[in-house]
């Protein structure tokens, strides 16, 4: 059984950057795909970014491209998301998560052994 552990958020002015860790823990995630998603309070969880499972391919949502970058690292058994350029709007709790179930990588019902997340507040 995989458990994933997010960590890295925080209070930060616009403009400014994160760098968030999704560590694995219980087994490798060398063969899975993961994505990171987020939820503001009273809206549903989105879609952020996703990376395959051999780190060869990365996939963004249009509200962070250019801005986050997702990357993965097999000897840590971790996946991270740098952000930058942060505006009040990415304020939210961020989760990662490993894909079950193949098919495209935004749909969070694609997705299991979710993280207990952490809360990223940018502002303004």
């Known amino acids: 059984q995989v458990q994933l552990e997010e960590s890295g958020g925080g209070l930060v002015q616009a403009g400014g950057s994160l760098r968030l860790s999704c560590a694995a823990s219980g087994r490798s995630i060398e063969n899975y795909a993961v994505g990171w998603f987020r939820q503001a309070p009273g809206k549903e969880r989105d879609y952020v970014a996703a990376?395959?499972?051999?780190?060869?391919?990365?996939y963004y949502a249009d509200s962070v491209k250019g801005r986050f970058t997702i990357s993965r690292d097999f000897a840590k058994n971790s996946v991270y998301l740098q952000m930058s350029s942060l505006k009040p709007e990415d304020t939210a709790v961020y989760y990662c998560?490993?894909?079950?179930?193949?098919?495209?990588?935004?749909?969070?019902?694609?997705?299991?052994?979710w993280g207990r997340g952490t809360q990223v507040t940018v502002s303004s």
């Open positions: 998560a490993t894909q079950l179930h193949s098919g495209d990588y935004y749909p969070s019902y694609n997705y299991g052994n």
């Open positions: 990376i395959n499972w051999s780190g060869s391919n990365t």
